[in-house]
């Protein structure tokens, strides 16, 4: 050691020398980080996403979700792959999301199921509002009543007067126990007094193949499932179940302006991310879904379909869920059921 540097005078200002070089390494440290996390956010995406679709392939929102995906995909420059995985109305793919990485690379395809959800299962493995974060409204597939051609009846007013007359003859199906084709029809049948039994299907497919064959005599499905039937005169169109009536069906009346003032019920659905996913992540996703929602190709592949886009900001589809969480609580409560 130098004799200078073993001089007391010189100590504190050779440590006022150092700590002020480490200071000025800290502070360009803490100035890069921003940079480095903005240029991470700036690189989203780089790899393929997962799109869980808690229902079934080839059903009505497996259907709209792969016309988002697609479109999404030529957008962002990655592969928005849809990985289905259906179950428990929803909640198999709705738990795996809740628990997966917020990163932006899994993401919730959800439909009003969600909001059901609490309701209905007392012990749900994750919080839908806690653990899942709103990134957009995507569209929403208005409900069709449908009836077997044998019931005499070619109006809502006239089938509602059939079945009063005939109470416990008829049967309805759903897509599933508590599903929203199930919560619909109930509210129908309570409020306009008809005695009529549920009968409780795997999904929309299989319910709808009894309602052709007879089995059951109506039903309020989702109008891209009984299209088809509707067209070929299999099932009769009464009404759809939206606040004003359908472009493709002008001449279909809604339930609201015929027999239940008020009343609007729809499969709507939307997008959702794991909660700790990073705000900047969940504004691009918003940014890029609303576009692909206003792109003419999309709009024309969701009217076939018989789905209306929507389209929201991520604090709007906050609010919507928290008012469906309240709304269907209500009816859950009403029909007494449980799915656990």
């Given at each position: 050691m130098k004799k200078s540097d073993s001089?007391?005078?010189?100590?504190?200002?050779?440590?006022?020398?150092?700590?002020?070089?480490?200071?000025?390494?800290?502070?360009?440290?803490?100035?890069l980080a921003p940079m480095g996390f903005a240029q991470a956010q700036q690189s989203y995406p780089n790899k393929p996403i997962t799109l869980v679709v808690p229902f079934p392939p080839g059903g009505p929102t497996d259907q709209v979700a792969r016309v988002l995906a697609q479109k999404l995909t030529e957008q962002m420059g990655q592969s928005v792959v849809v990985d289905n995985k259906?179950?428990?109305?929803?909640?198999?793919?709705?738990t795996q999301v809740a628990k997966a990485a917020g990163d932006g690379y899994t993401v919730l395809y959800n439909t009003s199921s969600i909001t059901l959800s609490p309701a209905l299962y007392k012990n749900l493995s994750?919080?839908?509002?806690?653990?899942?974060?709103?990134?957009?409204?995507?569209?929403?597939?208005?409900?069709?009543?449908?009836?077997?051609?044998?019931?005499?009846?070619?109006?809502?007013?006239?089938?509602?007067?059939?079945a009063r007359a005939n109470p416990d003859k008829l049967s309805y199906g759903s897509a599933g126990n508590g599903n929203v084709t199930h919560l619909a029809a109930f509210q129908f049948t309570k409020n306009l007094g008809i005695e009529a039994t549920h009968v409780s299907y795997r999904g929309s497919a299989p319910a709808d193949v009894d309602l052709?064959?007879?089995?059951?005599?109506?039903?309020?499905?989702?109008?891209?499932?009984?299209?088809?039937?509707?067209?070929?005169?299999?099932?009769?169109?009464?009404?759809v179940t939206t606040a004003k009536r359908m472009s493709l069906f002008p001449n279909v009346p809604t339930l609201a302006e015929t027999v239940m003032p008020g009343f609007e019920a729809g499969a709507w659905?939307?997008?959702?991310?794991?909660?700790?996913?990073?705000?900047?992540?969940?504004?691009?996703?918003?940014?890029?879904?609303?576009?692909?929602?206003?792109?003419?190709?999309?709009?024309?592949?969701?009217?076939?379909?018989?789905?209306?886009?929507?389209?929201?900001?991520?604090?709007?589809?906050?609010?919507?869920?928290?008012?469906?969480?309240?709304?269907?609580?209500?009816?859950?409560?009403?029909?007494?059921?449980?799915?656990?």
């Open positions: 001089h007391p005078s010189l100590r504190p200002q050779k440590m006022r020398r150092l700590c002020l070089a480490l200071l000025s390494s800290a502070a360009g440290v803490a100035a259906p179950g428990a109305n929803g909640n198999i793919g709705g994750y919080d839908v509002q806690k653990d899942l974060a709103p990134v957009a409204l995507t569209a929403v597939v208005p409900l069709a009543l449908v009836v077997h051609p044998s019931i005499p009846a070619n109006t809502v007013r006239e089938f509602v007067e059939y052709v064959a007879g089995q059951i005599q109506f039903m309020t499905d989702t109008i891209n499932s009984v299209m088809p039937f509707v067209n070929d005169k299999r099932l009769k169109l009464l009404a659905q939307g997008v959702m991310v794991p909660a700790k996913t990073p705000p900047e992540v969940v504004q691009r996703l918003n940014a890029e879904i609303n576009k692909a929602l206003q792109s003419d190709e999309v709009r024309a592949k969701l009217a076939i379909q018989g789905a209306e886009p929507l389209g929201s900001t991520p604090e709007e589809y906050r609010t919507y869920i928290g008012k469906e969480l309240q709304r269907w609580a209500g009816v859950v409560k009403s029909t007494g059921i449980k799915l656990d």
